[in-house]
């Protein structure tokens, strides 16, 4: 598998950036590796239930400045259901999912807004309420 670039975001406000090669969404666990390691011994296993979110970002540094649209412009036919996710820190994400299911460990969301820094996030489920808009 490719490496690609995420951000593991903790329920305890925590952060860590860098790659992982083995996140699957069923899996309770999965490793991330920064981009000075030289080898997979040099990763740290992330356990998902600690995990509000995996952010699959297109680059490290992000866009400080930018406001991200909250909603899919006029005309725009997104793939799935669009939602809108609230966690429990106060952060909102609005996008289209193609399997929410509150009885699952999380669930992929595409963002609204196509010059998102995120590709797309895997939400875990415990850590936001998610509403159908």
């Known amino acids: 598998m490719e490496k690609v670039k995420i951000v593991a ?21 999965f490793h991330i590796f920064s981009q000075e390691a030289s080898s997979a011994r040099e990763s740290m296993e992330v356990l998902v239930k600690d995990l509000k979110a995996v952010f699959f970002v297109r680059d490290f540094i992000g866009k400080p400045d930018y406001d991200e649209r909250k909603s899919f412009a006029e005309g725009e036919k997104p793939a799935g259901r669009v939602v809108e996710v609230k966690f429990t820190d106060g952060e909102v994400l609005v996008g289209s999912t193609l399997g929410y299911d509150p009885n699952r460990p999380g669930f992929f969301i595409f963002p609204a807004d196509p010059k998102s820094n995120n590709a797309r996030v895997f939400v875990v489920s415990k850590s936001a309420r998610v509403r159908y808009v």
């Open 9 to 29: 975001r903790y329920l305890d406000g925590r952060m860590v950036k860098g790659f992982t090669q083995d996140f699957n969404p069923n899996k309770p666990a």
